[in-house]
């Protein structure tokens, strides 16, 4: 997948689109934010070893928060200055991953 599609900043209208097939997911500022709770830590870290290897094959790395069992993760690509495509195919990877280790969702705090 590395560098399949080109980089294209995505306007409001596009992300909002985008967001209807990752309800989970959400625009904060100028990146896309989720927060996961897992049923424990073991889970929580499998799942962000899972999206390390997601990153590579992207050649797209984003900000990853573990905090025992939950996981907060902010996207956006900064060579461009915003949301791309780039992002949403990451995001969309890492949720068919997180199905695999999570329990429940939660916004953590």
């Known amino acids: 997948m590395k560098n399949s ?4 900043i995505l306007d409001d209208a596009a992300i909002i689109a985008a967001l ?3 309800p ?12 996961i709770k ?3 830590f073991r889970n929580a870290f499998a799942f962000v070893t899972e999206c390390a290897l ?7 790395h984003p900000s990853i928060t573990l905090s025992y069992n939950q996981v907060t993760i902010r996207l956006t690509s900064f ?3 915003g949301i791309t495509t780039r992002d949403v195919d990451w995001a969309e990877a890492a949720e068919k991953c997180a199905a ?3 329990s429940s969702d939660s916004t953590a705090s």
């Open 5 to 8: 599609r080109l980089s294209l």
């Open 20 to 22: 209807t097939a990752l």
């Open 24 to 35: 989970e997911w959400q625009k904060a500022d100028s990146h896309l934010e989720r927060h």
């Open 38 to 40: 897992f049923q424990n």
């Open 54 to 60: 997601i990153s590579e094959k992207f050649d797209h």
């Open 79 to 81: 060579d461009v200055g």
């Open 100 to 102: 695999k280790y999570k």
